[in-house]
């Protein structure tokens, strides 16, 4: 059986976590990093980025680097108006909930936040050398179902 993590899976940063002989053990990303940044980039050729390398092309690409990405979850256009006004990437009202835009391609929140998930879940077996079973991650006390 692999290992169980906790993620805190954060507005600007994400981190993961292990328990080892009693003792929290926070995980070590690609990077060399105990946080990763939760941003989720896309080239101009459509290659996804997660993390560090994603939260570096922020200031020349801002329309496609997505952030903050938790405001938008479990939210309608309304309900996130302010969020969205602070934001470059494009974000309109979709059939579920919002919709994320980043050359022509639609993401929902919780995508662009598995993008995350996935990232850190990476770099956790990367990590530890062996594969993740489980995980338990955050969700902040003023989220619903």
Known sequence: MGKVIGIDLGTTNSVACLIEHGEPRIVINAEGARLTPSVVGFTKDGERLVGDIAKRQLLMYPERTIHSIKRFIGRDYDEAKVDIDRVAFKVTPGEEGLELNVDGKS??????????????KQSAEDFLGEPISEAVITVPAYFNN
């Open 107 to 120: 993401y929902t929140p919780q995508q662009v936040s598995a993008f995350v998930l996935q990232k850190i």
